[in-house]
């Protein structure tokens, strides 16, 4: 069992910034890549971000250079700064990891509840 535990999200302006969090917890071995998606009424979710265990990253073209994301490996704990945002970037927000648990040793993909980011005037 595994769970991820988002905070942040809520209402921004035009321009403005939030910061996402999502930690994972559970009887973790291993996380090798987690990540951060969003899913907008009547769109399909759509990759955002991820990173590596080894801190590589990759960015959808959409959000390259206004968002970073980064983890904090001791706690397991994925992070999402997200600069300049725009009204587009308006979605539910979810967490994700590819982790590696014991008692039996698994390796699964693991969602968070999801968190709402709003962008609006």
């Known amino acids: 069992q595994v769970q991820l535990v988002e905070s942040g999200g809520g209402l921004v302006q035009p321009g403005g910034s939030l910061r996402l969090s999502c930690a994972a917890s559970g009887s973790i071995i291993n996380i090798y890549i987690m990540g951060w998606y969003r899913q907008a009424p009547g769109n399909e979710r759509e990759l955002v971000a991820v990173?590596?265990?080894?801190?590589?990253?990759n960015y959808a073209d959409s959000v390259k250079g206004r968002f970073t994301i980064s983890r904090d490996n001791a706690n397991n704990t994925v992070y999402l700064q997200m600069n300049n945002l725009k009204p587009e970037d308006t979605a539910v927000y979810f967490c994700?990891?590819?982790?590696?648990?014991?008692?039996?040793?698994?390796?699964?993909?693991?969602w968070g509840q999801g968190t709402q980011v709003t962008v609006s005037s």
């Open positions: 990173i590596t265990s080894g801190g590589s990253t």
């Open positions: 994700n990891a590819d982790v590696v648990t014991g008692a039996p040793r698994r390796r699964r993909g693991a």
